[in-house]
């Protein structure tokens, strides 16, 4: 077998392992023939994609320093939910949050909070929303350079604290590249009722390999 083709077996057993989390032993042996792979168990994440737009597909944010501005829109349950993921679920990652009390051009998220009853957000019904996340910005690597965030406040404004703090951290992660995910461990779940308030050691580990 010659090095090459070595090299195109491992990277295909690569991909269907499942639920692996680190991969080093194969990163190692393909890193050393010279060839450069993605993190493993790469399903529920996006590199840069070059999305823009309210209903555009997600795109991960151009660095790992994520400052946030809150509009005066966004209520004090919504506030005490985004302060307990940035302090409890991102800052203990390689990312690294903080707020701004003015929006400027450096703004990486900015959150907004907005009743609109009967109205219909990218062709879903507000009503069974609880927000949104879009990127508004790209660079020139394709990244994103600033999100907005818009919380449902028909939603948000109505439920537990813990609801609120899910509906926190999904948005959240949707402005670092996380898309919906069927793993009960994570906030990314799509659903209401039923997804955990954190994320999962998978989500983390994105974190980690992209930022």
Request: proline content about 3%.
């Amino acid at each position: 077998m010659t090095v090459s083709t070595l090299g195109l077996v491992l990277l295909y057993n690569l991909r269907k392992v499942q639920n692996m989390r680190r991969c080093t032993w194969v990163l190692a042996l393909v890193a050393i023939m010279g060839l450069c792979v993605l993190p493993a168990a790469a399903y529920h994440e996006v590199g840069p994609t070059g999305e823009e737009g309210r209903c555009a597909g997600l795109n991960m944010a151009d660095n790992k320093d994520h400052s946030i501005f809150l509009d005066s829109s966004v209520g004090g349950g919504m506030r005490n939910a985004i302060s307990a993921v940035r302090t409890e679920s991102l800052d203990p990652t390689t990312i690294e949050t903080y707020t701004e009390t003015d929006p400027s051009g450096y703004t990486d998220v900015e959150v907004f909070q907005a009743e609109n009853s009967g109205t219909y957000i990218c062709g879903v019904s507000w009503s069974g929303v609880s927000g949104v996340a879009w990127c508004t910005s790209v660079t020139p690597s394709l990244k994103c350079e600033k999100h907005v965030v818009e919380f449902n406040t028909d939603n948000v404004s109505t439920t537990t604290p813990n609801r609120r703090r899910w509906a926190a951290c999904q948005e959240l992660g949707h402005t670092l590249g996380l898309k919906h995910d069927k793993n009960e461990n994570s906030c990314m779940l799509d659903s209401f009722y039923q997804a955990p308030n954190t994320y999962s050691q998978h989500d983390r580990d994105m974190f980690y390999n992209y930022y």
